[in-house]
């Protein structure tokens, strides 16, 4: 069964930074283009960024260039790194690999 890991959430100060890795078993990343998804409370699961398998990246508009996604085909993870976060980025961050769905990181940006 694969099996999706997320970790890196917690809380952090507006202006502060984290970094959120998911590791994934019993699929091979190298095959899928990867992404990170978030789901705001009273709001839809939106998508936050995506890489393809040819290392291409795109993010959504409200990213800004604060966040990038990278990924390590030999490990099998794909990492976010999160800069200059704002309260309104405060949401349950999940990764996404072709069906499947990791159990989500909690990130809450606050003073």
């Known amino acids: 069964q694969v099996q999706l890991v997320e970790s890196g959430g917690g809380l952090v100060q507006p202006g502060g930074s984290l970094r959120l890795s998911c590791v994934a078993s019993?699929?091979?990343?190298?095959?899928?283009?990867l992404h990170w998804y978030r789901r705001i409370p009273g709001r839809q699961r939106e998508l936050v960024a995506t890489?393809?398998?040819?290392?291409?990246?795109k993010y959504a508009d409200f990213v800004e260039g604060r966040f990038t996604i990278s990924r390590d085909d030999a490990q099998n993870t794909v990492d976010l790194q999160m800069n200059k976060l704002r309260a309104e980025d405060s949401a349950v961050y999940y990764c996404?690999?072709?069906?499947?769905w990791g159990q989500g990181t909690q990130v809450t940006v606050s003073s």
């Open positions: 890489i393809t398998t040819d290392g291409t990246t």
């Open positions: 996404h690999i072709f069906i499947h």
């Open positions: 019993r699929i091979d990343n190298s095959e899928y283009n």
